[in-house]
């Protein structure tokens, strides 16, 4: 069964240091969403990508994060410098793209980061 | 955007008995609403979900009802028992638009 691949699992970087995240969503999938997740709550959209566009970073702090996926396929989330707030699991889900109807998300292992 | 508002946050239940989790959406446009369940350490992984031209369904033990007019709907278990227990999250989506509920944790005690 396709899944989507996440890595790394785990990460624990100091403050102030620059730490990177990839995805690669179920092949054919043309909707990727990074969500940050605190321990105990909800999915937090961060970014959506349709293909290779962003069509929603109004959550994504700009000033030190940033999302991209250059070919419409896999996807690199970075934050550049780490704070403590930032410790949280980092999930990153794919959505096929039918025509007139959404459909299920289906989310990786996520990376949980902590921040020393 | 869409805001999806998810109540209770936590909720203990005696094995057997039944749990409801309620959530509304602001966007009347939305039209697809998955519902997520998401075990400790695990992934989230959809349980349930339901469109916006069907009012209820139900799959074995869980079922899940929409009303559209108010901009709610609510997941329903069954005989609740001790493997239920888990954190349940509801979205609300339209044009893979999604957007999810803060979470509510789900004990059951055998």
């Known amino acids: 069964e396709a899944e989507v691949a996440q890595s790394p699992r785990y990460k624990i970087t100091e403050k102030s240091q620059a730490v990177a995240f990839w995805c690669d969503p179920i092949?054919?999938?043309?909707?990727l969403y990074w969500y940050r997740q605190i321990l105990g709550q909800g999915p937090e959209l961060l970014v959506q990508f349709q293909d290779e566009s962003v069509v929603d970073d109004s959550q994504l702090p700009k000033d030190r994060f940033s999302a991209e996926r250059l070919k419409g396929v896999d996807s690199t989330l970075k934050i550049q410098p780490a704070e403590l707030g930032d410790s949280a699991m980092y999930l990153c889900a794919s959505q096929p793209r039918l025509r007139g109807a959404d459909t299920e998300a289906f989310f990786g292992q996520g990376t949980r980061l902590t921040v020393v | 955007g869409e805001n999806v508002e998810q109540h209770p946050s936590t909720l203990s239940v005696q094995e057997g008995d039944s749990a409801v989790i309620k959530c509304t959406y602001s966007d009347s446009a939305s039209n697809y609403f998955p519902w997520y369940k998401q075990e400790l350490g695990k992934r989230p992984q959809l349980i349930i979900d339901?469109?916006?031209?069907?009012g209820e369904k139900k799959d074995q033990r869980i079922a899940v009802t929409l009303n559209k007019t108010a901009k709610h709907f609510s997941l329903h278990i069954t005989e609740t028992q001790p493997e239920d227990s888990a954190v349940y999250f509801c979205a609300a989506s339209q044009g893979n638009d999604m957007r999810f509920g803060a979470g509510t944790r789900l004990t059951v005690k055998p």
């Open positions: 092949s054919g999938h043309a909707t």
């Open positions: 339901i469109r916006s031209n069907v």
